[in-house]
């Protein structure tokens, strides 16, 4: 039932096929049976999943589901949930119990959804492979050697081994988008502010989004216009009216996508992109002319630009959001310190791994006197530049189109010894999160070592609904999102 899609498990609900007991149930064997596999979950709430199933079914009983009630679902370690473990993948937050939810718990509590555990993720948000997390790295469930991508490897992995059929991630630079490609599903970011941040911990705050992963671009519509609303406790959180994203997600028809322009950015299919990534990405844009779109060259200048302005800005915020751990409210402390400054030496040293002290180094120095001027208000004016070219292409097109990563998974480890290597996982990526733009990923073929790989739509402000039905139209006549990895 877990690989059904999101529609099917909700009609077999209402109709009392099957209950919301059975249905969480059924998650928590599948994730004790493939969790050793590939390790996803870093913790499995068994008797708040089974309390808030039967809770479920009390409302489905009496004619109150929605879409979501009953559904399990997995949140990502990075957002706090009242009751249960928030470790945010780090030794840092390791044994830390938050008191509250964040807006996205909450929503998605109020929709009935069925929350079985958080997922494993780079630490704090921090890597594209999820090779950083305190807690071991998460490996991807089509090759067990390779990574999943990151920083939601965790939610993107247990979604593609079906151990739950949705799961929450976020995406401060790329972190849903490619490890939804690098796993074989899809996975949507929305413009910036559509998803409150209250309770989803900081990295960079003017980047970080909350967003969904499924199986399907219909499935992630569901998640998404339960997850999405304004919230007052989020000075970002954008006043809109709530809208459902699936609207476009219609039955199929002869030339569902005529009059559809996808822009293809000539600085996307230049040097970079390996050969068996780029096949598939051709024949994925094949398939929407196929459909009735129309494909257009536009052009992003700026766009190889954008990782050493990303790479500027996020770490400058994290720096002043990972100041707050201190080793005196809450978090790791030292056992054994000699005053308050050494505890507080001491407590970071050992509580922080070292992408994140990378980080907050290079972030630190970008602040510093002296060189604010010189790195941090450039890479500002150059975040502007991006936002502005996305906006010329987006007058010659309706969405753009192209790869999400220039390569299928790599091997665990293989980059780990060379941080500017794996910075460039995002190239393709990072652009869209500086803009504040919504974008997702979907499958689009396999590659090398049959191993996933994912296309990247990217829309304009608001065009959720857009891109959604754009893929959806798109799987309706091909099967990749419907693959599922051996032995799961």
């Known amino acids: 039932m877990i690989d059904s899609s999101l529609k099917d498990i909700a009609a077999a609900l209402r109709d009392r096929k099957v209950s919301a007991v059975e249905l969480a149930t059924e998650s928590l064997a599948r994730i004790d049976a493939g969790n050793p596999k590939i390790n996803a979950f870093v913790t499995t709430d068994r ?3 089974l309390a808030a199933a039967r809770a479920a079914d009390e409302r489905l009983a009496a004619g109150q589901g929605g879409p979501l009630t009953g559904i399990p679902l997995a949140h990502k370690d990075v957002f706090c949930t009242e009751g249960v473990l928030t470790t945010c993948g780090s030794k840092m937050l390791a044994n830390f119990v938050s008191p509250y939810d964040a807006h ?6 109020a929709a009935g959804a069925v929350m079985v555990g958080k997922t494993n993720m780079d630490e704090f948000a921090m890597g594209s492979s999820n090779e950083n997390s305190h807690f071991g790295p998460t490996r991807n469930p089509w090759n067990a050697g390779k990574v999943p991508g990151g920083s939601s490897g965790g939610s993107a992995a247990a979604v593609a081994a079906r151990l739950v059929p949705i799961a929450t991630g976020t995406d401060t630079g790329g972190s849903i988008r490619q490890p939804a490609a690098l796993c074989g599903i899809t996975g949507i970011k929305p413009t910036y502010g559509t998803v409150s941040r209250y309770g989803m911990i900081a990295y960079a705050s003017s980047l970080d989004q909350g967003g969904a992963f499924a199986r399907s671009a219909e499935d992630c519509a569901v998640l998404l216009s ?4 304004h919230d007052p406790r989020d000075s970002t959180s954008l006043e809109r009216d709530s809208e459902d994203f699936g609207r476009e997600c219609t039955p199929a028809d002869a030339q569902p996508l005529a009059g559809l322009r996808i822009g293809l950015p000539k600085e996307f299919f230049a040097e970079g ?3 068996d990534v780029r096949a598939a990405v051709d024949a994925a844009l094949a398939e929407y002319r196929k ?6 060259e536009v052009s992003l200048p700026n766009a190889r630009l954008a990782i050493p302005a990303y790479y500027v800005i996020a770490p400058a915020e994290a720096s002043s959001n990972l100041s707050r751990f201190d080793g005196v409210r809450y978090g790791h402390r030292a056992a054994e310190y000699g005053d308050l400054n050494d505890m507080y030496c001491k407590s970071r040293a050992q509580g922080f791994g070292g992408e994140v002290k990378r980080r907050i180094l290079v972030g630190t120095y970008v602040l510093s006197h002296g060189y604010y001027d010189a790195y941090y208000i450039k890479a500002q004016k150059l975040r502007r530049l991006i936002a502005n ?3 010329a292409a987006f007058e010659q097109c309706d969405v753009i189109a192209g790869p999400v990563s220039p390569t299928v998974a790599f091997g665990i480890g293989e980059k780990s010894d060379d941080p500017v290597q794996m910075y460039l996982s995002d190239i393709y990526t990072i652009a869209v999160n500086l803009a504040g733009l919504p974008a997702l990923s979907h499958p689009a073929g396999f590659g090398t070592g049959n191993l996933p790989v994912g296309l990247q739509l990217i829309g304009n402000y608001f065009d959720e609904a857009r891109l959604l039905g754009t893929a959806h139209r798109f799987q309706q006549t091909t099967d990749w999102h419907l693959r599922v990895p051996a032995g799961f």
Request: glycine share 16%; net charge negative; aromatic share 4%.
């Open 47 to 49: 008797d708040g999943a």
């Open 291 to 296: 459909l009735g779109a129309t494909t257009v």
């Open 389 to 391: 070219d996305f906006a």
């Open 273 to 275: 992109m390996e050969g």
């Open 226 to 229: 339960a997850m999405a609303g």
């Open 104 to 109: 996205v718990v909450s929503l998605l509590k």
